[in-house]
């Protein structure tokens, strides 16, 4: 047996390794196929979509209130917020003839009439408008001594050197051109920008 295990020795050596290599190949074969794996992209959650911010109100109240300007109040504001805005009323204030509760709308005019008063300012809008058409600006090209003199920070004085300057120079081309009448600077303009027009 040794005898014969000598000269074949190589060939037994060789035919152990196909053998080995043989089985590691059947082996791999015959193993499952591992399951593929499946990459997911994640669906990207929909953007909360953004509620646009109400844009606050700029009314103008005059006339019978502690301290008549522009003040800036919130979208849902009546009447009554804009008084108490002001100051409140005066003693002379006849509340009685104005509606306190009536919504109030961007550049309208809110003018709270002194007891006995019976002239009032032709422009004033002391009710919201039932049709919800805008409240009328201030045409500066037209308006006369006393409806210039409702614009806050524009007196008797003022209003008339409006209406000298446009008799003088002709009327307004843009709002800002008003600025060229002395005694109107930015501040003052500023306060009424919202509130004249041109046409």
Not at 50 to 62: G, W
Not at 109 to 123: A, F
Not at 147 to 171: C, K, S
Request: net charge negative; aromatic share 6%.
């Amino acid at each position: 047996m040794e005898g014969w295990l000598k000269p074949n020795r190589g060939a037994i050596f060789f035919g152990l390794i196909i053998l080995t290599i043989v089985g590691v190949v059947l082996f791999q074969l015959r193993r499952p196929a591992p399951a593929p794996i499946i990459l997911q992209t994640p669906t990207p959650s929909p953007l909360p979509s953004a509620t646009p911010t109400p844009k606050p109100l700029r009314v103008y109240i005059s006339g019978a209130v502690q301290t008549p300007d522009v003040y800036t109040l919130p979208t849902d504001s009546i009447v009554k917020d804009a008084l108490l805005a002001a100051g409140g009323p005066t003693d002379d204030a006849d509340l009685d003839r104005i509606n306190l509760a009536a919504a109030v709308h961007d550049g309208q005019h809110v003018y709270v009439p002194h007891k006995g008063e019976t002239d009032l300012p032709q422009d004033i809008c002391s009710n919201a408008p039932t049709n919800g058409a805008t409240p009328a600006k201030i045409n500066i090209n037209t308006a006369d001594v006393t409806t210039l003199d409702t614009l806050p920070g524009i007196g008797p004085t003022i209003a008339q050197r409006i209406i000298t300057y446009r008799q003088t120079n002709g009327p307004f081309a843009r709002i800002e051109d008003i600025m060229q009448v002395p005694g109107i600077g930015e501040s003052t303009f500023a306060r009424i920008r919202d509130l004249i027009t041109t046409e």
